[in-house]
């Protein structure tokens, strides 16, 4: 058992909204780990950040993505830094994994100035430079399609990503 698609990216890449939009369009159930994050503590992710700390966070990160890669047929849109951990980037090795890649100014206005993303404290354009710069070669590790998501909407998206599912 496993999930037809696994989406990936930083923040503002679209994957909550592109995976909606596959799993409309493939029949199937879509499920977000930081929706599941958020239900098992019972409280939003940047509380979880603030009341215990990353290192919980990624705990809870690791046993959703877990979980949540048992499911069959499912459409998976994991958190931007779900791909830090080794086990979960070994985990998805032989998964249909699309890395939903973005420009900076568009993860930046996506994402907005005023959020309250714990990662993105302070200068959000500088914190999301870092993030993505860090991140990249790893996105590019587990991917199995890369798609860029700039000037697109999420259904041009969703239709680059099923041709590839064939």
């Not at 509380?47 to 499911?71: C, K, Y």
């Not at 779900?82 to 090795?93: F, G, H, K, P, S």
């Not at 100014?105 to 990662?119: C, D, I, M, N």
């Amino acid at each position: 058992m496993s999930p037809t698609v696994v989406l990936v990216g930083p923040p503002g890449s679209g994957k909550s909204t592109i995976a909606a939009v596959l799993s409309a369009r493939l029949g199937a159930k879509h499920r977000d780990t930081d929706a599941d994050i958020e239900a098992t503590a019972g409280k939003p992710i940047s509380d979880i950040f603030v009341d215990e700390g990353e290192p919980h966070f990624r705990a809870l990160e690791r046993a959703a993505i877990t979980a949540a890669l048992q499911a069959d047929g499912e459409v998976l849109s994991l958190g931007g830094g779900a791909i830090l951990n080794a086990e979960t980037r070994a985990d998805l090795a032989g998964q249909h994994v699309v890395f939903l890649d973005v420009s900076l100014g568009e993860a930046v206005k996506r994402v907005g100035l005023g959020v309250a993303r714990p990662l993105l404290l302070g200068n959000v354009r500088t914190q999301l430079r870092t993030l993505m710069e860090a991140r990249r070669p790893l996105y590019d590790e587990v991917a199995r399609q890369t798609v860029s998501t700039d000037g697109k909407t999420p259904e041009q998206i969703a239709g680059e990503i099923l041709e590839k599912l064939g």
